[in-house]
């Protein structure tokens, strides 16, 4: 299927607009993808819609590769480089006719050239690229196994010794870094964090074993136990990789890797901390190509998507977005800046970490060590005759007067807190010391937010739950009975987990003039949450409940990441 008619075919069944397929057409001119894949990214259309699409222009028969079990001779019968290359997935055999799973089902040198090579007829199947790419992860015999990668360290004698010797000889250490077995398994280590889609790899030594563990969706598995005699051999190794002093091993440390694989660049930020038996390693995986800057798909409700709209594009104030660490505020933040990042529009932003680049954006690395502190680029950010400023993180008096005080003075002001919820927000800001008529005067808006596993769609089931655990958890009596909730059973999509990917949860709280009073006045959070409800306002768990009943996300999740109004 040629390119621009794919898109134009979608623009006329009313499944993109001109300006998606614009966009999509621009980055398809620096990244070379298929348009397909540029629009799902881009969240223009989602994968299963398109593949549904392709399946009907082409006439060809969609197939769910995920629920079948593909014979290894099957498998066999195309080369593992060759499959890669075309993505394409061989999945069936009938007589002389192979069945095999491909995204773009009109690429007909592709079909030829399959058929040449297998001499066997193909029957074209459509299947979505995501499964497609996790099929061949699955079934590729280039890829190094886990139990190939230990076994090798079995039969390396030489690097157990590092672990023998009290006193850690530097060179040694230098070269059991840099021992073949353990670069491969450092090197599994990463690339299995980014093929399972993982935020967070942990690597946590102890008195007699060795974990590695992978934060998917917001919870911890564990992957794999390492030797531990090796455990400052695989140390050793990422801290060379992120050009930390290996040497030094009583203090923590701070690095970055970046790493190129499967046409991806990735950044892995790495924090070394010394314990009781050796250093743990946290390395937080930033895929640029995963970010999502739709502020649509990112779970607002309507009301609070209308909102925040409204409060984000006012000439000046401040609008904070407020959570505990890892609950995509930094990703909200981002879908901010990014729907505001015009040409006549100057942005600034200070941030400790800079965790993505977004082009058009000033972004400014904290570094306190030389005094370069949220305040002290605040301050020289007014001098740069800004519009917007972002401000990573308010953490103290200071950086909290400066911020709005330039929310007052025609900017607009965009920052993060660490509270519980939005009304919250108000007390911790008086307790820093800010003026009650400052904060009153300043704020638009505040947002607490929180992320929930999607149940994964492939596996998704109906379960019953009882009506006293729905009363529990917030449900009124007159809803239940109106829906139906789900769980996932898992399956190979979603690593069994039953899960894949996370929305966030809005508690979205405008500052209208009855809370500004209440402000002024210092009443207390209770106060203010109940008269923001009162106003409309969706709490955190009312926003899970109404997530519950779309059937996109679990009781359990519900549960688990809002407490109770």
Do not use: W
């Not at 990422?238 to 970046?258: F, H, N, T, Y």
């Not at 607009?412 to 003026?435: C, F, K, Q, W, Y």
């Amino acid at each position: 299927m040629v390119t621009k008619k794919l898109g134009e075919l979608l623009v006329q069944a009313g499944l993109i607009n001109r300006e998606q397929l614009k966009k999509a057409l621009d980055d398809q001119q620096h990244s070379g993808e298929r348009i397909g894949a540029i629009l799902v990214k881009l969240g223009a259309i989602s994968e299963d819609v398109l593949a549904e699409f392709i399946a009907r222009q082409f006439r060809a028969p969609e197939v769910n590769l995920s629920r079948l079990t593909i014979p290894q001779d099957v498998i066999a019968l195309l080369p593992s480089d060759i499959a890669a290359k075309y993505q394409v997935v061989p999945f069936g055999l009938m007589g002389n006719t192979l069945n095999i799973a491909m995204a773009d089902p009109g690429n007909l040198f592709v079909i030829d050239d399959l058929r040449f090579l297998t001499r066997r007829n193909i029957a074209v199947h459509v299947a979505t690229e995501s499964v497609i790419k996790k099929m061949l992860g699955r079934h590729s015999e280039n890829e190094e196994r886990l139990d190939d990668v230990l076994g090798l360290l079995k039969e390396d004698s030489d690097v157990s010794v590092v672990e023998a010797a009290n006193d850690l000889d530097l060179n040694f250490l230098e070269g059991a870094a840099e021992q073949a077995p353990v670069v491969k398994l450092v090197n599994y280590i990463l690339l299995d964090a980014i093929r399972k889609q993982a935020s967070d790899i942990h690597i946590e030594p102890y008195e007699k074993a060795m974990r590695v563990r992978f934060r998917i969706d917001g919870v911890l598995y564990e992957m794999m136990r390492p030797p531990v005699p090796y455990k400052n051999a695989i140390i050793s190794r990422i801290k060379v990789m992120s050009r930390l002093d290996i040497a030094e091993r009583r203090i923590p440390q701070d690095g970055r890797i970046k790493l190129k694989a499967k046409n991806r660049e990735m950044d892995f930020r790495v924090s070394v901390i010394p314990t009781l038996f050796g250093e743990k390693v946290v390395l937080r995986l930033l895929d640029k190509s995963g970010l999502q800057l739709d502020m649509t798909k990112l779970g607002f409700e309507e009301r609070q998507y209308r909102e925040f709209q409204e409060a984000i594009y006012r000439p000046y104030g401040m609008v904070l977005v407020t959570g505990p660490t890892g609950s995509g505020k930094t990703t909200t933040l981002y879908s901010a800046l990014s729907d505001l990042n015009q040409l006549s529009c100057n942005i600034s932003t200070a941030e400790d970490p800079i965790e993505y680049n977004l082009y058009g954006i000033n972004q400014v690395q904290i570094h306190d060590a030389i005094g370069l502190s949220f305040a002290a680029a605040l301050r020289s950010f007014l001098r740069q005759d800004p519009d917007i400023i972002m401000v990573g993180e308010i953490r103290d008096f200071e950086t909290a007067e400066i911020s709005m005080k330039a929310a007052l003075t025609g900017h607009l002001v965009l920052s993060t807190l660490h509270t519980n919820d939005a009304p919250s927000s108000i007390n911790r800001l008086l307790n820093m010391g800010v003026e009650s008529f400052l904060v009153a005067s300043a704020l638009n808006l505040v947002l607490a937010q929180r992320l929930v596993r999607r149940i994964c769609t492939e596996c998704s089931t109906e379960v019953d739950v009882p009506q006293e655990l729905l009363l529990e958890l917030g449900v009124h009596e007159e809803e239940l009975g109106t829906f139906q909730c789900y769980r996932g059973k898992g399956c190979a999509v979603c690593s069994n987990t039953g899960y894949r990917g996370r929305m966030a949860l809005y508690e979205v709280m405008t500052l209208h003039d009855s809370i500004r009073e209440l402000v002024l006045h210092g009443a207390g959070a209770s106060e203010i949450k109940k008269e923001a409800m009162r106003l409309g306002m969706t709490s955190l768990r009312r926003s899970g409940i109404n997530k519950l009943m779309q059937g996109v996300t679990s009781v359990e999740e519900v549960f688990r990441c809002s407490a109770k109004d």
